[in-house]
């Protein structure tokens, strides 16, 4: 035991991965060539962080003589060889007869190195910056083969991984448990909205249906600027980018810096309040809105973004309007209504989204809904303030337990 603690102080040897495991990448997906019983098998998008996602498996033919190269046993480690590469995770055995693809690495850990441990290895080098020096290409990165078996890491004793992987898994469960408590309240904002409104295409609870135009007086957009090289400039005013909204939050920091000799209408600031629509994007996210909860810095409209300007007397909440404009329904509409050539940009004019008719409930079942979200919205700023913390104790121990001072 004396000896293991005195080889935590950072002396542990270091090794390569292919000294300590077995590794093997998946098959290639051919349907000319491909023969043999279908089997599932993962693909690069089924592989997360520490999970394996198996709710959209798809499958290929495999041959009698494959099974064992291309097979799955419950401990073998899942890497990524493109897309985020390096990305792994433990496969559990959940199904049986799963196959692995040639975008996957199989990782078959020996007696001397623990599978929990090395994934957390992995993570801590990706987040470092670390482990892109083993990757190949210089705009689409790949971790190949040869790179993976070359990977070098410290490998203390086996009981020490251990202890290392159970403090990182405890920590990083709590993580997990923030994460899934903030997508349960991002999806309860559409269960309140069905549950007072129903669904808006069908309108099954008989609420008037409105013009887009009889409730939105103008669309006041901003202006086009030729902002100052790099994002981090730092300047009086920043102009948005269009990815501030398509979000469907407002994301302040998704701008650019705007050269100070410019002097923009105070109308072109986005405040609190504000509503705001995407005129221009892909077929998915052109019609995208965000709602401004808080004052934002000195932030500009650029020309693709449009301001919603109400008309009056106030007959109309703007959160309804911003989970109304989330609808499948509204945002097929919009994508049709939507012009451009495939594959490029699509914009969609003022007047087509004036056409656009919807549900409008009583201005008071509105504001009951708006009072509703705006609780949510508290409860998510919290829990963003305990996972924030949470991210920054996963990243203490993480450094701790890798420099051998955990």
Known sequence: MKADRQMTTGEWPKVKLADVAEQCLGKMLD???????????????NVR?????????QTMPFEDHEHERYGLRAGDIVICEGGEAGRAAIWDGR???VKFQKAIHRVRPGPKLYNRFFVHRLMADHQSGRLADYFTGATIKHFTGQDLARYEFPLPPLAEQRRIADVLDRAEELRAKRRAALAQLDSLTQSLFLDLFGDAGENAKGWPVRAVADYVAEFQGGKSIESESG????????VLKVSAVTGMKFLAHESKPVPDNY????????????LLFSRANTTELVGAVAYVNSTPPNVLLPDKLWRFVWREPAGIEPLFVWALFQTPTLRLEI????????????NISQEKVFGIRTILPPIDLQREFARRVTAVEKLKTAQRASLAELDALFASLQHRAFRGEL
């Open 263 to 274: 002097e923009p209408p105070k109308e072109h600031f986005a405040k609190p309040g504000d």
């Open 231 to 238: 994002d981090n400039v730092i300047t009086r005013n920043r």
């Open 31 to 45: 349907a000319k060539k491909n023969k043999g019983r279908q089997f599932s098998y993962l693909r690069n998008p």
């Open 49 to 57: 962080w520490f999970d394996v996602d198996t709710t959209d498996l």
């Open 95 to 97: 199904l049986p007869d």
């Open 335 to 346: 994508g049709r209504r939507a012009t451009g050539t495939s594959g490029s940009m699509k």
